[in-house]
Nanobody, 120 residues
Framework: QVRLVESGGGLVQAGGSLRLSCAAS????????MRWYRQAPGKQRELAAA???????NYADSVKGRFTISRDNAKKTVYLQMNSLKPEDTAVYYC??????????????WGQGTQVTVSS
């Protein structure tokens, strides 16, 4: 079983910064892509940022230039540095990981989510 645990959410004023972390634990061979999704109230979940195991990154247009995704493979952790936060960034942020299991299957796992609230 693979577990993803997020941390780092909270309340911040517009223009401020937060850093989210997501640590993976359990038994698996390796982690491929890791992603941060977000879901605002009344809206669908959307991809905010993604990073491959080789470090190639991809961002939603709405966060480009403000958010930076990174990962530490040794720590099995992905980060999301969020700068210049706006009220529209308010959402629950979810970590997602594509994992190669001990049986060589590819499976997707989700964290429990962490709330980010940006006040104006």
């Amino acid at each position: 079983q693979v577990r993803l645990v997020e941390s780092g959410g909270g309340l911040v004023q517009a223009g401020g910064s937060l850093r989210l972390s997501c640590a993976a634990s359990g038994r698996f061979l390796w982690i491929n892509d890791m992603r941060w999704y977000r879901q605002a109230p009344g809206k669908q979940r959307e991809l905010a940022a993604a990073i491959t195991d080789g470090g190639i990154t991809n961002y939603a247009d709405s966060v480009k230039g403000r958010f930076t995704i990174s990962r530490d493979n040794a720590k099995k952790t992905v980060y999301l540095q969020m700068n210049s936060l706006k009220p529209e960034d308010t959402a629950v942020y979810y970590c997602n990981a594509e994992v190669k299991t001990m049986t060589w299957a590819a499976e997707s796992y989700w964290g429990q989510g962490t709330q980010v609230t940006v006040s104006s």
